[in-house]
């Protein structure tokens, strides 16, 4: 969109007229101009003369900025019976950060705003800018200067108009510390009423760090940028945040003052949306009464009584730090039931939540919140929620940050020489390797990363071992499956094509290694229970004969396919459909985890709720032997992690009973650290399937392993113990290293009372 180009030198391609992936490309090029010196060789290039817009003409902005700039502050006070006085366009003072070769800030100045400034850490633009503009705009100024650290006094601005500045900023690697210290420096820079126009993409990591900064004090509106009549619908849309600043910290609703367009736009257009929904309700949860965050001056007060007395079972959400600063912190303060910090490992401790965590049920929620103080065997804990204002900073400047805050917090018993010991969750992971990351309409982002552990199982020796990981970004506590990767050797090719081998001379067969996924090995706990309830529970599966009848089976949730691989190659009897609702999975399960199809084990992109329905309904298709669900939940706020609620209601439990055969068995992995939601889907499975129902709790507690014959007759602890003998005489005759952990855990499968 720019004018008069001059491409003497290569440089990034710069293509804003599409979506989805120009917008990414967009983003690629602002990470190329992070450095000085590659906007010093770009504005040369262009020279003097020239001028470019990122996004966005003055025609299609010039309504809503001056609008905007003009509208008296809604937070001045108001003298009672008179009007608020006009706002006279030559008197505010305003400020264009990054403001390369744009014409915006000329725009501006010849609609009247006279008292401008320009910053670009770039010399040779504002040098160039400075010549065009000297005579025909001469109060309008021009600084070479950082936009993250502006040389300006406290309070002196009216407005703060940015296009693109911030998105330019906000390159994945440094974007959220850049990102977080120039808005920290719009906050500094703003009067009371003043306001910050941000034209920017909303790109998903902009709108959240942009949503979160101005949340306690600022009044947020969201436009869209009209676009030009001749545009095609593609082109990337633009986006216009507008804050002004309040004089308290109160918490407002973000104004969405239009509708922009999710099937225009795609995923523009939806991670905004997403973004803007997370963000209104963690503002309706701030500003509701229920849910007031407390400041330490509120709380040294004595809003919430003493609290350098333990008081049972008390919460407290607060805010630690000033909200206008670099960093602030919303947390919960939890203190036992107990009123004495005698009988715990510490008086006073802090658990730090990962931004990607904090929307996770065991975080987000009370429950959760306490099942976490009793992990954490403390008296009194402060979980403090990390968020895209402190999300740049590492966690040793955020320990040495909080510390002189939460001590503050720190009960009696605890003096001045008291260490306050700082945790977080932690898998345990030594070195993490994204291999692939992929973005499904359907699942979201999904992710193969290759990982080695530190201690991860004293029964086992993994300083060499490495294991191939899937996981779902909407599910961030949940490892999708897990592989082992061995090593396999694998010949190299001698002689190059079309070159002829010299006579007398020797042939090397050289050979090198790669990494395959094994198919025999499965690293998953949960997965190991299932096997070992099929080896011991079903009435199908006595034994490894291929002579036996083929036992229907399906799986609901693919996964990386490590289960339905390893069902396939040990149980050869199994006649395997897997119903997985994303193509995108099953593709990334093929190319990254070596699964495959074959006549015994297929696919069916489907609904898994639906296909059961279908399967219960109808009377002439085939019933299915056993039916296994292994599926995630997708809420991040449901006490459920596996599977989603849909699986658990009595309806779908009926309809799984209704599609199995008389013998037929019912198989789901339920994870969660809720005990009322553990004891309600116990209550569903026992109320639908009577008293053949098994259960097999795993070393952690919140993942069980449920089965269910439809033949409800009851199964003793005698059956089970006959039936652990027969398995282990039958397993003597498979001579592998997972036959161990199959009968080890057969032992501890019990009836569901």
Sequence with gaps: MGRKKKQQQKQPEVNTTAGGENQRDLFKTFRYFTRRENWDEFFTTRGGGDYFEWYA????????????????????????????????????????????????????????????????????????????????????????????????????LDAIVDKGGLDALMVPDPGYELGSLYLSE??????????????????????????????????????TIPKEPSSKNLEPQTFMVVVEKDTCASVYEISAVDKYSVESHGNQARELYEALEREQKVRSECSSGSNKLYSIKELSLGAKGNLKEFEPDRMIKLILGEPGVFHF????????????????????????????????????????????????????????????????ASMDYIQSDLTPLVKQLAPRLCDDTYEIPFMTSSEGIDQRVVVHEVTSA??????????????????????????????????????????????VQTPSKTMQKGKQKKSGSKSHKASSNEQKVDHNVLARMNNNALITGLMLISTHLKGFSCTRPMVETVVIGLGAGMLAMFMKNWIPNLNIEVIEIDQVVVDVA?????????????????????????????????????????????????PLSCPSEDFVEESFLQNSKNSLSEEGLFVINVVSRSSPTKVAVRSSLKKVFGKGVLYLQLDDDDDEVIFALKNDSAITEDDLSKACDKLERSLELVNHNWTKSVITASKSIRPLR
């Design 442 to 487: 359907l699942t979201g982002t999904i992710v193969v990363e290759d990982v080695t552990y530190h201690n991860r199982d004293e029964n086992r020796e993994l300083e060499d071992m490495v294991f191939r990981r899937l996981s779902f970004h909407r599910s961030p506590s949940v490892v999708q499956s897990e592989a082992l990767l061995t090593q």
């Design 329 to 392: 912190y919303i947390g919960v303060l939890v203190d036992a039931q107990q009123d004495s910090g005698s009988n715990f490992s510490d008086y006073f401790a802090v658990y730090l939540v990962p931004n990607i965590l904090v929307d996770v049920w065991l975080f987000s929620s009370e429950e959760g919140q306490k099942i976490i103080l009793a992990d954490s065997d403390t008296a009194r804990l402060l979980i403090i929620f990390l968020n895209y204002s402190n999300s740049g």
């Design 186 to 223: 719009v906050k500094r820079l703003l009067k009371d009423g003043g306001k910050y126009i941000c034209l920017t993409l909303a790109e998903s990591r902009v709108s959240a760090l942009l949503f979160s900064m101005f949340r306690f004090g600022w009044k947020t509106s969201l436009y």
């Design 590 to 638: 093929k190319e990254h985890f070596g699964f495959k199809e074959d006549e015994q084990l297929q696919v069916r992109i489907a609904d898994g709720i639906e296909f059961v329905r279908e399967k219960a309904d109808s009377e002439a298709a085939r019933k299915l032997d056993i039916l296994i669900v292994d599926a995630d939940s997708p809420y991040k706020s449901s």
């Design 57 to 156: 003409e003055w025609p299609q902005l010039q309504s809503l900025i001056t609008t905007q700039l003009l509208s008296p502050s809604s937070f001045l006070p108001e003298i009672a019976g008179e009007a608020p006085p006009a706002v006279q366009a030559a008197e505010l003072a305003i400020l264009v950060p990054g403001c390369g070769n744009s014409k915006l800030s000329e725009h501006l100045y010849d609609a009247g705003f006279t008292d401008i400034t320009n910053v670009d850490f770039s010399k040779v633009v504002i040098a160039d800018m400075l010549r065009r503009n000297v005579r025909e705009r001469p109060t309008m100024k021009w600084r070479v200067m950082d936009m993250t650290r502006i040389e300006f006094g406290d309070k002196t």
